[in-house]
């Protein structure tokens, strides 16, 4: 039987989805197609942040893609080298917090030290660092266009200072119309919705 599964492929350690195995031990053959694409805001200025650590008192992570826009700014120009000199050990004074072992796995390959990734939510992570002791600096906040506003006021409820950086939009995958109509081809058979 085939199983179509509107998703990423994320590879594990074995180098295979792990959704893609799994099924295929019940003997199901799946095929996976992305809906979802993810297109990067306000580099620039992130940038410009990440080279002033001293104005902040640590930076949160709730999504892998946030990650991804410090990746993308640190790949511009001299920064890598600017950032392995200095400012990564300027940002390890601070805390990171992140929601997630997959966060702060990425966060870690970038060279920051994390907690709070088992909290599990970003309302969790919110009264993690709220428990903590504040700083008078805001934290940095890279963040998409969609998301939820819990943390952001959990932590102004409490006097915590927040600075929030729009880094990426998610949007509607750029080929995902193309991939479905090439799946059901190669199946003999279309759904009403894609005959149009």
Known sequence: MKVLLLKDPKEDDCGQDPYVRELGLYGLEATLIPVLSFEFLSLPSLSEKLSHPEGYGGLIFTSPRAVEAVERC??????????????????????VYVVGNATASLVNRIGLHTEGETCGNAEKLAEYICSREPSA????????????????????????????????????????????????????????????
């Open 137 to 196: 600096l805001p934290l940095l906040f890279p963040c998409g266009t969609l998301k939820r506003e819990i943390l952001p006021k959990m932590l102004k409820d409490k006097g915590i200072p927040l600075e929030s950086v729009t880094v990426y939009q998610t949007i509607p995958h750029p080929g995902i119309q193309g991939n479905l109509t090439s799946y059901y081809t190669q199946q003999d058979r279309l759904p009403n919705a894609l005959l149009a």
């Open 74 to 95: 640190l790949q511009k120009d001299t920064k890598a080298e600017v950032w392995k000199k200095s400012l990564k050990e300027k940002w390890n004074a601070k805390s």
